[in-house]
T-cell receptor
Framework: DSGVTQTPKHLITATGQRVTLRCSPRSGDLSVYWYQQSLDQGLQFLIHYYNGEERAKGNILERFSAQQFPDLHSELNLSSLELGDSALYFC???????????FGPGTRLTVL | GEDVEQSLFLSVREGDSSVINCTYTDSSSTYLYWYKQEPGAGLQLLTYIFSNMDMKQDQRLTVLLNKKDKHLSLRIADTQTGDSAIYFCAERGATNKLIFGTGTLLAVQP
């Protein structure tokens, strides 16, 4: 158990819908990273937040957005969902930006 | 560009050693990592190596780094059926994001 929690574990929804994925970092960690794992793209970095501020963006679609709240948990919002958004979404956290990243169990999103 | 490559599949017999290879492109990477993913599970950090090291040993795991060739390997000694999983190497790129390889599926035959 890495200490990073993600909810929900599974999510099934329809095209065009909007979902919110939630991540709670390890106690004391200020950084949260989001990654997407899909069959065709592999594991891709989406976005990084540090203490409430966006630090870096990767291959994140404009339909996707994220935020980190004052209690340090983070949410990834996915809207206008398409079949190709079906994937495993992981968040990771670390205590300082150069530290090892510890991953949560992931949220499996299925878009029908 | 950013590209980390791994072979897709490795099959070994229980008790043998496994060697999983990885090549990366960013010579400025300071840390390189190995993660393990079991079916339906998240990514478990196995070990990491700092770029100024050639080798790191941690119980049954040995990491070798050839910085000149940008080649990283993970050796698992006395491989067990519980080691069957997908293994990802990753480099820490600019902005501290992790750049992952394609993953190597390790199948351990009893």
């Amino acid at each position: 158990d890495s200490g990073v929690t993600q909810t929900p574990k599974h999510l099934i929804t329809a095209t065009g819908q909007r979902v919110t994925l939630r991540c709670s970092p390890r106690s004391g960690d200020l950084s949260v990273y989001w990654y997407q794992q899909s069959l065709d793209q592999g594991l891709q970095f989406l976005i990084h937040y540090y203490n409430g501020e966006e630090r870096a963006k990767g291959n994140i679609l404009e339909r996707f957005s994220a935020q980190q709240f004052p209690d340090l948990h983070s949410e990834l919002n996915l809207s206008s969902l398409e079949l190709g958004d079906s994937a495993l979404y992981f968040c990771a956290s670390n205590s300082f930006v150069g530290d090892t990243q510890y991953f949560g169990p992931g949220t499996r999103l299925t878009v029908l | 560009g950013e590209d980390v490559e791994q072979s897709l599949f490795l099959s070994v017999r229980e008790g043998d050693s496994s060697v999983i290879n990885c090549t990366y492109t960013d010579s400025s990477s300071t840390y390189l990592y190995w993660y393990k993913q079991e079916p339906g599970a998240g990514l478990q950090l196995l070990t990491y190596i700092f770029s100024n090291m050639d080798m790191k040993q941690d119980q049954r795991l040995t990491v070798l780094l050839n910085k000149k060739d940008k080649h990283l390997s993970l050796r698992i000694a006395d491989t067990q059926t519980g080691d069957s999983a997908i293994y990802f190497c990753a480099e820490r790129g600019a902005t501290n994001k992790l750049i992952f390889g394609t993953g190597t599926l390790l199948a351990v035959q009893p």
